[in-house]
């Protein structure tokens, strides 16, 4: 892994802190659609506050589908919430 990407990462992320469903379209599009090739979304509507209008909504449903996230619980998954460090970190595994 490049030193520069950790360094980014880890120092100048937090001070970026977007939310998550600013965030998740790059994250699933760089690593989810990269290393998997075109994904079917064959579930519904995982979460109550990203219904299928949504912005982000096939990104987020991508995330739940590969078992990414969970969401923030109860059937929410927060997407104008501020990302934290460690949930960045997560979402990088």
């Known amino acids: 892994m490049d030193l520069r990407f ?5 120092c100048l992320l937090p001070l970026i802190s977007p939310a998550f469903g600013q965030s998740t379209p790059y994250l699933a599009k ?11 979304i064959e579930r519904g509507q995982v979460f109550t506050d990203a219904p299928p209008g ?9 995330f739940s589908e590969k078992g990414i996230t969970a ?23």
């Open 54 to 62: 949504h912005s982000y909504y096939t990104d987020i449903q991508v």
């Open 6 to 10: 950790c360094i980014f990462l880890f």
């Open 30 to 40: 760089e690593y989810v659609y990269g290393q998997s090739g075109l994904i079917a």
């Open 71 to 93: 969401g923030c619980g109860a059937g929410i998954y927060c997407p104008d919430n501020q990302v934290t460090r460690a949930q960045m970190a997560v979402f990088l595994l």
